[in-house]
């Protein structure tokens, strides 16, 4: 068979308007090879603005599956497949993607030693996430069983109540708020079996002299509750020390110790706080883009570091690239755009420090599309500490080493000095500054999502706390927002 001969549209047989077409014999056979248009190629572009960014299409699809948590609700689909093994699996998906959080229904668990109104904190969080409300206590007066004695009801009675209640909601894809169970490990137990794991747990801690105080309160009809007397609280305090922890001894990854000593306003605004914080996704994520802010003497070089080293991100300090390269003149950003937008920054992340950022360079930072911090984050310490860590730090002006502490060298010791920007009255200075630009740098940062990827983080505590709570907020994913009833 002989191959057509072949024809580019607009040609007119290959001879003119068009690319020139070869023709030969290979063992007997016509041979036709046509050039390319331009614009077929992506190394051969009709014009240079028609090349497709691949790298920036790549990484604007991995930030969206990381910012919307899909690889989250794909996992919490197939684990409901595998528990339930529904009849039809399609319409069990579909119904498990309309719940308000399509990684799964808020689940809650809410202990306390008796006496603290922790009943009135457990509904009215229930209500304000519109949560299901099972209270142990409830229902066990709503079947007719005694709870006003010192000790525990029946455990398999109150194991089948609140195990029934809690089917009905994972059925209808509800959330819920478990107050008063489990109180021991064996109805923890009746928990696990069921599948039943709880995002957090909150236990509202107390000094018994204040529980005893708050009862006399209720007694007295200064506030409201449930009065009790002495014997009977002293008995149940007895059996909260012995049982309490044991029972929630397998959630200790998820337990959240919140102190009643501030009230109950308090402790309500920390359940909620905290209910919004969502866990670290399982899936991939997209290189980390910090922006991480201080005044001199937080330790912000030292973080950086640190987290760099921990997500394997570049460390890039402002102060030292602002003038490399060859910026355009009129770019406030200068050798920091340039050195951004490298290839090891663009593949691993980075984290940037800046000691003088203003809401100039913040607002050009956040209009490129490439260089949008994923987290920006202010380490806050007081004028007074940064002043004391930096008054002990000296400079050795011929080998550029720093020192702490004096050196036992008398040579060295005598050409030590304090460089300028350690100082006190410079440290100040810089101090005032750093605080006069935040919250316009903020603002800025912050004006595409109200501020959800930017916080403020006191330093003025021990340098690992503050560590932790920088990587916290790094690594896990931006809270939820909160429900109309708190934004009232």
């Not at 290979?26 to 331009?38: D, E, N, S």
């Not at 339930?84 to 809410?110: A, N, S």
């Not at 200068?334 to 593949?347: F, M, T």
């Not at 004391?388 to 002006?397: A, C, K, S, V």
Request: overall charge neutral; glycine content about 8%; some cysteine.
């Amino acid at each position: 068979a002989r191959l057509v001969p072949l024809r580019l549209a607009g040609s007119g047989g290959g001879s003119r308007g068009g690319p020139p077409c070869r023709r030969g014999r290979r063992r007997g056979r016509p041979i036709v090879q046509a050039a390319m248009w331009k614009g077929t190629k992506l190394d051969d572009p009709v014009t240079v603005e028609q090349v497709p960014d691949l790298e920036a299409s790549q990484r604007e699809i991995e930030e969206y599956l990381h910012e919307h948590r899909a690889y989250d609700i794909f996992d919490f689909l197939m684990k409901e497949l595998m528990l339930k093994q529904p009849e039809d699996p399609l319409e069990h998906m579909l119904q498990c993607l309309r719940t308000e959080h399509p990684t799964g229904p808020l689940k809650v668990i809410v202990a306390s030693p008796p006496g603290m109104g922790r009943a009135a904190l457990a509904k009215r969080l229930a209500e304000t996430f519109g949560l299901v409300y099972i209270s142990a206590g409830e229902l066990l007066e709503e079947a007719g069983i005694h709870t006003e004695g010192s000790g525990h009801a029946d455990e398999q009675k109150v194991v089948d109540l609140v195990i029934g209640r809690l089917r009905q909601a994972t059925e209808n894809m509800q959330g819920w708020v478990l107050n008063g169970f489990p109180r021991t490990r064996f109805q923890t137990s009746f928990l696990r079996e069921e599948s039943m794991v709880p995002a957090h747990v909150f236990l509202l801690k107390a000094d018994e002299k204040l529980i005893r105080e708050r009862n006399a309160k209720v007694q007295n009809g200064e506030i409201e509750g449930k009065y009790v007397t002495s014997e009977v609280l002293e008995e149940k305090l007895r059996l909260y020390s012995c049982h309490n922890m044991a029972a929630l001894e397998v959630y200790q990854d998820r337990l959240f110790v919140i102190d009643s000593k501030d009230g109950d306003e308090h402790v309500f605004a920390e359940m909620a706080r905290r209910i919004r914080i969502l866990p670290r996704s399982l899936g991939p994520h997209p290189p980390h883009r910090v922006v991480l802010l201080g005044p001199r003497g937080v330790g912000l070089r030292e973080h950086a570091k640190r987290l760099a080293a921990r997500s394997g991100a570049v460390l890039v300090e402002a102060a030292v690239v602002a003038k490399e390269g060859d910026p355009p003149a009129d770019d406030v950003l200068g050798g920091i755009r340039l050195r951004l937008k490298q290839d090891d920054c663009a593949k691993q992340g980075w984290v940037l420090i800046d000691t003088a950022m203003n809401a100039e360079t913040a607002l050009a930072l956040q209009q490129d599309t490439r260089l949008v911090p994923t987290r920006v984050v202010a380490l806050a310490a007081s004028e007074e500490t940064c002043v004391q860590r930096l008054h002990h730090i000296l400079h050795d002006p011929v080998t550029g080493e720093i020192w702490t502490t004096m050196p036992k060298s008398d040579t060295l010791r005598k050409r030590l000095v304090r460089r300028p920007e350690d100082q006190m009255g410079a440290v100040k200075e810089a101090h005032r500054m750093f605080r006069e630009h935040l919250v316009g740098v903020m603002e800025a940062f912050g004006s595409s999502d109200g501020g959800a990827r930017c916080i403020e983080i006191p330093a003025d505590g021990a340098p690992l706390k503050v560590f932790n709570d920088l990587v916290d907020f790094v690594e896990r994913p931006l809270p939820l927002p909160p429900p109309a009833a708190l934004q009232a």
